[in-house]
């Protein structure tokens, strides 16, 4: 594998871990907040749980090169992003903003599972 690859492959790793402790960030600061609804508390543990299971997929692949690792972060990228889909279709859609912040998840996910892919495939 050139050097390119190399760094490109350990850049989205870095990228996804980073993306992963924001997630898991968000959920404990939504949790520890106390004031926060029921709902929103349901949404942080679903993202901080997101975080945490994309962290231990990305650490199995950078050790082991599993297959098993790309299809199981698919699984729980689109379940992540069902929860997004559905919470946003509850609240009712309130335009574009709603539209670019769901477009940049769904690129976060996709890097993700990229970067989970090319660790495999070392």
């Known amino acids: 594998m050139n050097k390119q690859n190399k760094i490109l492959r350990n850049g989205f790793a870095l990228f996804s871990l980073i993306t ?3 997630f898991v960030y968000y959920a404990v600061g939504v ?10 508390k349901t949404f942080a543990y679903v993202a901080g749980g997101y975080g945490l299971f994309n962290v231990y997929i990305l650490s199995w692949a950078w050790r082991s090169q599993h297959s098993w690792a790309v299809p199981a972060n698919m699984v729980i990228a689109a379940c ?26 769904a690129v976060v996910l996709a890097i993700n599972w990229f970067a989970i892919k090319k660790l495999s495939q070392r």
């Open 31 to 40: 949790i520890s907040g106390g004031n926060a609804s029921e709902w929103l």
């Open 80 to 105: 992540f992003f069902g929860v997004v889909v559905m919470d946003v279709l509850r609240e009712g859609f309130q335009g574009t903003n709603q539209a670019i912040g769901l477009l940049g998840l």
């Open 20 to 22: 992963s402790f924001a």
